[in-house]
């Protein structure tokens, strides 16, 4: 088998081979460097038995994923055109590589395979975020998720309370995982090349979320809150009688939303809409 792997063709010699259309609008940016698909492969120590990979395009980050040959990986990608890409892995891999056409946003992807699941995947830029809000509300059903965003969504995702970055993502996420940056992607590793950096990020499941607040309820304040980024806290949440709530929590009406912490947002939350 592992000769079998070292005669495949290159990523580029795939897409040649196959006559692959790049689709803009399913906003593909193949990555085609294999040192560091494994790269991110090694980050993420599989140990599941899903591993689940979204967008698998030519099958760069597939390949890397395959050599842990534990596991059963499911590729989901909408582009029809990938099933053709991935026949030679196919061919080598048989059972243990599960090809299913189709569009992750509406594929309940929480119930594939058996647990331990993990999520390893380059997300497509234009639709990553919506992808990950969906899947948090299922974070239970997985044990590790190690994504490929946009530099500056990744920035989102992972940022701590105080930072420029700091928004509705970055609560929803922290409140329920442990989220670290693990590196960026130059834009050169990409066919076609993207006109920005992309970063690789880690998201770890908590065993309960840090606060015991509804997924809505948070979902519906961060949404408030970070719609006027730079007014007080007590005007973002005007519609609310917001003013009223932060005084009963001992939170001061006059901090910026970026100020407040993870809990502050659970607590405003549960008192709000519960």
Known sequence: MHDQIENLPTIQETLKKNKVKINKALGQN???DLNLTDKIVKQSKPIASTIIEIGSGP?????????????????????????????ELKTIYKDKLKIIIGDAIDYP???LGEAPRQVIANLPYNVGTKMLVTWLKYIHNFDLLTLMFQKEVAERIVAKPGSKNYGRLSVLTNWLTESSKLFDIPSEAFIPRPKVKSSVIQLKPMSKPLYDVSFESLEKLTQMAFSQKRKMIKSSLKKINGEKILEELNISPNLRPENLSVIDFCRIAKKSFH
């Open 59 to 87: 099958g760069s980050l597939t390949r890397s994923i395959l050599k842990n040959k534990s596991a059963i990986v499911y590729a989901i990608d909408k582009d029809m055109q990938s099933e053709k890409m991935l026949s």
């Open 30 to 32: 193949f990555l085609f």
């Open 109 to 111: 992807i929480w119930n």
